[in-house]
């Protein structure tokens, strides 16, 4: 079955043993607590890890407006952006001065390659990330729909463990970062 929100929400309402759901809008308790609560839930779990399948990189559109005060230019933010991890020039996507306000990236530099977290679309969710927002959706859906805060609070242990699991997944997906230029090994001659 291919992912989706709707696939999604129904297999977090099947693990607190809600009825799933055929459509978001149904009218039912459980189509209306996940149609309300997923979208939030969803973009906070894409937002807490830099997850490579998340992650993209681009070159900004430096917007005619100049910012009042602080910087010299103002770029548009990418569709779908959630978090930004860093931002350069000149083929680097590190190394610049920069502020976030509104849909704008404001800095002193006259170009800007973004590396930043996106909204993917649902179906595109690896295995170990799926199964980590369905685990937090169970826990955030089961005080709305059971009223039993002790479920509740064994979800949201479940959920943390998966969400480790997801990481360590994650982090398997690039190869190991090198220590570049420490002063303690270039002393030792």
């Known amino acids: ?30 189509a209306e607590v996940a149609a309300n609560l997923y979208p939030g839930i969803r973009d906070a779990l894409l937002s807490a890890h830099p997850w ?18 602080d910087f010299a230019y103002a770029f ?48 595109t969710f690896p295995p170990y990330f799926a199964s980590a927002l369905v685990a937090r959706l169970a826990a955030e859906f089961c005080i709305p729909l059971t009223e039993n805060a002790s479920r509740a609070e064994m979800l949201f242990r479940l959920a943390e463990a998966e969400l480790r699991v997801a990481r360590q997944a994650d982090s398997q ?12 090994i270039s002393v030792r001659g």
Do not use: W
């Open 173 to 184: 997906q690039a190869s190991a970062r090198v220590l570049e230029d420490f002063p303690l």
């Open 1 to 30: 079955m291919a992912l989706s929100a709707l696939a999604l929400c129904s297999r977090a309402l099947l693990k607190i043993g809600a009825q799933p759901v055929a459509s978001l809008d149904e009218g039912t308790a459980e």
């Open 76 to 123: 548009q933010l990418p569709a779908g952006f959630l978090r930004a991890l860093s931002a350069g020039t000149a083929g680097r996507a590190r190394g610049i001065v920069y502020r976030l306000q509104e849909d704008r990236l404001f800095t002193d530099a006259d170009q800007v390659a973004l590396t930043y977290v996106f909204r993917p679309d649902e179906s």
């Open 52 to 69: 490579s399948f998340a992650t993209a990189q681009a070159a900004l559109a430096r917007l005619a407006a100049v910012p009042r005060a």
